[in-house]
């Protein structure tokens, strides 16, 4: 198969979304004049061409697509070129209303937006089987063409007859027969025992609570339909163009895909990006999205969109201040990235998205964001042959599976204040701010290659998974655990005593009474080797052997009951400590098990990488700092002779070759 | 009719829900060994049984529950019998969708919960009859039946077109005429007069404001629907077992139901209280429901369900320390419980509720939550005899009719503030922290057997209950009125003057010129005779008799004008002070009226309550304290003997006989 | 046409909706013996009456109607007789199903309450145009006919399906040619390109965000539906009396509907006024609504409806403290008001609106609030000959513009923040404590009578617009525009640069680098040449002529660049200053401007407004104050001599003439 590294060629790609359907023609040659100037390598064409190319049901209007592809070639830029069917022309649901999705209430989503197809509809699959076809049979030989990009940010539900129809399919299919769905759903529960496949229907409105085998399979179910739409048409294009590599992009940490069953999918593994400039967590989450796209690519990866200035969508949209787009572009390099691309390039005057910002913004080509696109663009294009196809290498992994998030999630569970991406993100942090470069994993990979393995969020494990942990640590690992890890099987079924005998062994657990969840804001003090630190959000009334203990609770109705148990190389926190402690408590964990720091000695708020035989130095504060870098290096961006020492201006980047 | 003597023969009944069909056979009789053990001596069996007994329609599987009724009667073990009928198998919606209940968009409620009928649909209640018919001549003579549970929590509306319907024909019972009809509902305003009894709906959705005596009627005729459901599998079971008492468990200050009504149809009373272990005012809470079920029942009554633990609905859901458990069981107790029961026996591992707790949790029998459930068990089955049948009598009641809550708690009223519940809750407060034992009664009850009675939120008065008030303080009685009090009749048709005229004089309220509504947080400043306090949530612009100023409003705008008036026996509060105001105003009344409290000079968070010939003494704190207790009695838990004064512990509980 | 003048006749009007089919007729009686000693002048009848006039589909009632307009003819009260086509009987819902509204999620809005009825329904109109065109031929020549009142607050939407074909006729009539609407749609954007006007719907729901032009073009729509509904009935009623005038009553500030259209096409503007009495900034919001309803009306309007005391819909309902009522009486009669009435008569005892106060309230005549009535009524009177007829004149306007504030205010804009009404809220205020008398325009209006313009909230200009604003510059006039000014055309396409060019060359700004919006509750520091002052809501990354800096932003990312613009006489502002700092500013440019406050040296809370020849001074505070008005004055209520110096008491109301 195809890779990114057939596209890099040794190059970082740089561009963006381009949607010249929105522009008049004279404004392309504008356009293409602005991209050289930019060092644009590679845009993204056709993501809502849908209705340009198919105005009428059959018909076919390819002529501007032609000559746009031509100009693009003709002016050094590569195309990735998108398959248009995330946004079917209005006809499609006119003629074919049982394409439009419904909500769990009944409501349809009608057109005119975007994504108002149904995943399980036939019609709509074969429409949109054909425009890909007839798309891949035309620019198969073209020489633009550089990468396929497939759909866009797929993320839709359906809850229609058509959905519940596939909906059986897919559980005949896990199932077998309904005695086993009946068990793995356990419908004993308040009686609804099914009796026939036809009474099964997705998880529409109830009175109350919904059965959460149901919830669960129902996303898993979503997140099947969506892959068969896409590799329903990435194997159309790989039947046309083997030779050129596939992708469709991710959200970060988006609930509705399984992303390590996608990424096994694709070609090339990108990712859409927008931190707010405003969460003083910015440049954490934006490591933590690059670290999981990362290991769900295996290498490296493509930023696919990124925003050069504010979005649109949140309450207040707030620009990115000067510095910090080329900031966060070489934040995504560091962490493995071989692309850097907005959405989009040309900010539209109309439509949804008037107010999310482009490369050329409403100020075009005079303003700050243009210019420091520019920038960016002349630096990428230095870079790139030192940096293209080389590996990010991290000894901590953090255990993320999407169906632990799907079953912990549901109603009626012990506390809604438990959020599945919360807990990635305060564990992660700990080891990011500890300097730790840190990959994702799934509970049921190869951990062999970590010598620190954190599961804050491991509410359902297989019994593969539960195997794999033990053998993990048996085999010299280290595995750290934060609360309410294998409390249910893979059917969301409780496990007896509430955690899963085998890993209770491990940890040291003889008895778990009671859950004591915390509200929003409160704490529970706890009293470790090393001092003390506040717990919050969970605790627990658990009994360990006396010599597992390694911090107690202090105070309150668990006084003098542990709070961490530690028994060999296995640990579990029955709390989540205070970012402080949860960082002091991983660094230690993490030094013992023999894991470094990139770098000694960071100051506050700068990130370092390595990356293949490069050190990446990120400052993400705005006064200037000194950061010690023993040694001789290159930097790369100003070609300078860096010894032992380096100052940082604000957002400032250094690359280093030593 | 029989009644709860029947079935506790002079025992506190103790046990659960046990749904048996969650579990291999095998581990059934390991459930009976704990059974044992923990000193159950009735469960609840088949409540959610339907799909399991019927799994097709007409099918009859009867088997499972044979061996079931025979392994519990001979390890003597009681069966309360449930109807299935709160949970139709899937089948049910499936082949007949007109049995699924509408919310007022139109919206269907699908099945694959629970509840998903509608109490309107003639083949829901056809295939109910059914089910229970058949259910009632199987096991009429088995010697484990010893109570029927028809159905569970009755708690749905709907506004489909077969309630539609339903609603029409109860409203032509009730008014006779479309005249009458218009009348009552005032359609008038708006120009909304009726022309037709076909165009009579439940309130669906409109544009903005419905008819507030067509909510109201709505209402009624949900309460009855369902109690119609009620009555029928009632009548059935009855034919056959005309022996075995009959009951259906209610939510606490539920608002669906009329629950004076209800009673009336019930040979036993029952309810399900879940307060919050975290509520500071959770014991009051209980008091207030175990009180008023107690009033409902006219006698000793059933704590059908309760949580050995943490429940799973709120947004964090906390475990109950230990010793509370115990100590709320023994609450109810004192307060008329001769059932003590929860949902459920043994905690599932499947289905929504599945972090709720369970007498056997999943910790198993080595759990803190099964030993605690096990003293409790022993406790209660050597205190059986001492009190099983015993009366709790007080001398003051509280007033409450569910017709005032529905009138008075609609969109368009003075202040979304006033919340019906709040005002029962504040009122009881101060008379429960006053140790004053309290009953509930409906404003048309025969209130001569109290020395005092309270009147916190009776918006709504029908003709007969101001007459009845107006004979009670007549004939000697003393009355304390909360503000809002007789302003509507039974059509929630504002009263002349804003609140009849009768009751003004009653009070020596001479013209209601406004009502001031507070702002939540916002308080008034009042002085009495004996100083100061603040009222919260309403005040009034009102002129009373000059005689009859018992309080003044000190400031702002209705600084001076009367804010408690007092003619001879009959109180009227314009405003709602805060809560020590209203326990000191509301102890002095009844002093004066001659009720004195359970015990005198009880510390802070200690209850008592006798029943019967013994004295309660429950301790809601955490820390030891002393309580006096004037004489020589016998502390029938531990067999002590006691001389003038006691000390509980933490959570402490005391029985004393003297 | 006639006009408002043919009604007042030297009065000033004074009276209130009159609903007496909800009252027994001998209460009638009783009612124009109150009118009477009210100095009610004109009560609106019959504005909910159409299920009395029209029982069944046909019939026609009119004789109760017949009665009562004698009965008010023979007391000497002039009526407004109302169509009664805001709430149609329920026999219309009931026969004609397709004349209900549905909501953007298709959920259908019953009857039952009131405005239950589609804008675009053929069916709805024929019913209206009959009862209307009966109702006019019956009462044409009846002497106690006044006005028309035409339906009653018009508000709806409708997104079914008789509405989709109407909204596609009335696109096809907008832009001719599917062409022409996809370009000004900008459907190219995520690839919407309507193929079939079949394919074209109201917005109703999607999966993400709809087409903004789409949805500015549904507003637009709405209101042309809902204006033909209005004139259909108007022309009716005007071919039979053409001498007696038409009104609705708007309510203030209502976003559905296009006022400055609306009011072109009424003799009588008119309007509903609900400020909250416990709103601090409550007088300010009644003069706003006062000088926009007068702006509409180019002279003289109509209160139509206010309450005499609270109203039923907030979530707490004050009601008016003693004065208060007269108080703002008097405000709306010196900004103009030739009529002050009242929604309603009576306080109805039944229906949605019953704790709604009435002029006559549940108290009856003894009460406050009808004795207050009564004051007013009187001083009217009195007033009436002195000032019905005459103009306020304003030297200063303020821009608004129902279209900007539909297309500014959508989803996927830089700040939800930034809301239209509060923008003009905050500047009319500063105008309003500067004492400065204030018209509002449309940007496309004559604006050559003031010497001051003020533009808050102009998102959307058309070229039209922005000619007259560089035209009114260019001529003498001084414009201050706040930010967002200009930024997209009329079909909410953003102007290259952000921004109109025009506007950037009349404001001296080069480039429009960024917008940064604040968050809630944040600000930032500015410096001009008077001092300090700080922004909220807004700020702005701009280049601006160096000359042209009136203001810096201090501090923070924007440190040093301008934050006020100002060429000549044209200001930009690109933050919203705090209330002080904003009035400061205006006050300033006013007095440049030649604009002086209509009273110097006034305490805080006296209004002061010139209406003819007299001078109304309000007082909005509780304690006594001391104001000076150089000169001799005859003070009209109370036919004092005035010398120089008044003394006002609580919510004090003094009219002079010099």
Known sequence: MPGLGEVTRGRVLFGGDYNPEQWPEEIWHEDVRLMREAGVTTVTVGVFSWARLEPHPGAREFGWLDRLMDLLHHNGVGVALATPTSAPPPWMGRLHPETLPRDEDGHIEWWGGRQHFSHSSAVYRRHAAAITEDLAARYAAHPALTLWHINNEYCTFDHGDE????????????????????????????????????????????HYLKNPAQLLDFRRFTSDMLLECYTAERDIVRRHTPHIPVTTNFMPLWTGQDGWAWAEQEDIVSVDLYPDPRDPLAAQHGALVQDLTRSQARGPWMLMEQA??????????HPKPAGLNRLWSFQAVARGADAVCYFQWRQSRQGAEKFHSGMVGHAGERGRTFQEVTRIGAELAALGPEVAGSEVTAEVAVLHDWHSWWAGTQD?????????????????????????????????????????????????????????????????????????????????????????????????????????????????????PHGGFRGTLWSEELRTRPEAVAARYRGGELDGLPAVSRQGRAWYLSTLPEPEALRELLAGIAAEAGVRPVLEGLPDGVEAVRRGKLLFVLHHGREPVTVAVPGTHRELLT???VRDSL????????????
């Open 647 to 658: 100052t940082l201006g604000r957002y400032g980047v250094a690359v280093l070759r030593s």
């Open 412 to 528: 009626g569970r012990p506390s809604r204040e438990v959020d599945h991406p919360a807990l990635l993100h305060a564990w992660h942090r700990a080891l990011w701010e500890s300097r730790l470069t840190t990959a994702f994993a799934h509970p049921e990979h190869d951990l062999s290659g970590y010598r620190l393995v954190v599961a804050p969020a491991a509410y359902l494990l297989t019994d593969a998974a539960i195997e794999n942990l033990l053998a993990y640590v048996r085999d010299g690992g280290t595995l750290v655990s934060g609360f309410l890890c294998g409390v249910v099987d893979e059917d969301d079924r409780v496990r007896p005593g509430g955690m899963d005998a085998r890993l209770r062994a491990l940890f040291g657990i003889e008895t778990l009474h009671e859950w004591w969840p915390l509200e929003a804001g409160e704490s529970v003090v706890c009293e470790g």
């Open 308 to 317: 050069a200035g504010a979005v649109s969508w949140r309450g207040v949209n």
């Open 639 to 641: 070609g300078e002779t």
């Open 163 to 206: 959905a519940a129809a596939a909906f059986r399919r897919w559980l005949r299919e896990r199932y077998g027969t309904l005695d086993a769905l009946n068990t793995a759903w356990g419908t004993a529960f308040w009686g609804q025992v099914h009796d026939s496949w036809d009474g099964i229907l997705p998880p529409r409105r109830a």
